[in-house]
């Protein structure tokens, strides 16, 4: 079974662009959830997805965006990018999101 | 605002040794705590606790939930080079906050 497939794995932006990162779930899971990870911070909630609607949200600017279709993938939108938001994103999905996360392996992303 | 305590931040063993591993936690509204290991990017699922007392196991691996003292401790047995990672802590389920990590490296 495949598992949750990030895409694309390394992204480079300038200060200023915006930046689209994509989210795969393992087939038959509604649930996705994103998260930022940075060596200060460690790994921070970003937001969730159950069903194509926004369930849960973290403590970011208005920036960061979100939103999943209907096949469940999703895809997480960050504009006027900042040097602050150089990180590794990672998603995460779960059948319902009442149990543990199946997370993927991340898109790394600079901004320069 | 809720938090997540994780100690030590970083620990040597050698292959053999038994370690635990420490989290608090204060949260407004408790409904699960998680453990997840870090090797390279993606952690992995380790264990689900939302019950006192229960302990949950798996091979050499187990952990259990203080719900009074708001705390959980993952211990590892008989540890192997391969048990070297970050071990994360999380409150909550489908809105994780996570612990800073436990480094944990093991030499031969």
């Known amino acids: 079974k495949a598992g949750v497939t990030q895409t694309p794995r390394y992204l480079i932006k300038t200060r200023g662009q915006q930046v689209t990162l994509s989210c795969s779930p393992i087939?038959?899971?509604?649930?996705v959830s994103w998260y930022q990870q940075t060596p200060g911070q460690g790994l921070q909630f970003l937001f969730e997805?159950?069903?194509?609607?926004?369930?849960n949200k973290g403590n970011f600017p208005g920036r960061f965006s979100g939103r999943q279709f209907s096949n469940s993938r999703s895809e997480m939108n960050v504009s006027t990018l900042e040097l602050g938001d150089s990180a590794l994103y990672l998603c995460?999905?779960?059948?319902?999101?009442?149990?543990?996360?199946?997370f993927g392996s991340g898109t790394r992303l600079t901004v320069v | 605002e809720d938090k997540v305590v994780q100690s030590p931040l970083s620990l040597v063993v050698h292959e053999g040794d038994t370690v635990t591993l420490n989290c608090s936690y204060e949260?407004?509204?408790?409904?699960?705590l998680l453990w997840y290991k870090q090797e390279k990017k993606a952690p992995t699922f380790l264990f689900m606790l939302?019950?006192?007392?229960i302990e949950k196991k798996s091979g050499r691996l187990s952990s259990i939930l203080d719900k009074k003292e708001l705390f959980s401790i993952l211990n590892i047995t008989a540890t192997q080079t391969g048990d070297s990672a970050v071990y994360l802590c999380?409150?909550?389920?489908?809105?994780?906050?996570f612990g800073a990590g436990t480094r944990l490296t093991v030499k031969p």
């Open positions: 939302t019950s006192s007392g």
């Open positions: 999380a409150v909550g389920i489908n809105d994780m906050r």
């Open positions: 949260v407004t509204n408790f409904r699960s």
């Open positions: 995460a999905s779960s059948v319902r999101g009442d149990y543990g996360y199946t």
């Open positions: 997805y159950f069903s194509e609607t926004q369930r």
């Open positions: 087939s038959g899971h509604r649930s």
